[in-house]
């Protein structure tokens, strides 16, 4: 009986060491496609109303499978990206091209958001600058001179 009670014992004290041992995690994510930007805001600066609608931004697939870009969009319809449909591979660079309406004046604060198969996070590009109207010199029009005032 004396054994018993020892045995018991000593399997109560077993389970309850191992259900105080931590948790086992799921490893860590190794591998796959990792979308690395040389810089994530894309800067027009400060520009004429009308100019160069177009920049850049480059991309790397620093992973180890292809990278496939889904979608991206714009935050408004002023902002519009266009990107590769073909898959990057490992090592290769990309780039997505962002048109902005430069016709509107004035600063410039929008996103690019990208959805890629690296996961269900979006990638966020940020679009700055600001775009000044495009001011002519006061010369009067046919405005005479001192001989003849009324031109």
Request: net charge neutral; aromatic share 4%.
């Amino acid at each position: 009986m004396k054994n018993l009670v020892l045995l018991a014992l000593g399997l109560i004290l077993t389970l309850s060491l191992e259900a105080q041992t931590p948790a086992q995690t799921a490893p860590a994510k190794t591998g796959g496609p990792k979308m690395v930007f040389e810089n994530t805001t894309v800067d027009y600066g400060e520009i004429k109303k009308g100019a160069d609608p177009k920049r850049k931004a480059v991309f790397t697939n620093k992973g180890t499978e292809p990278l496939v870009i889904k979608s991206a969009r714009g935050s408004c319809g002023c902002t519009v990206p266009t990107w590769p449909k073909e898959p990057i591979m490992p090592g290769e660079t990309g780039t997505i091209e962002i048109t902005y309406d430069t016709q509107r004046t004035g600063s410039i604060n929008k996103t690019v958001s990208i959805q890629t198969n690296e996961g269900e996070e979006e990638i966020r590009l940020f679009v700055k600058g600001n775009i000044t109207e495009e001011h002519e010199e006061n010369v009067p029009q046919n405005g005479g001179n001192v001989l003849n005032p009324k031109g």
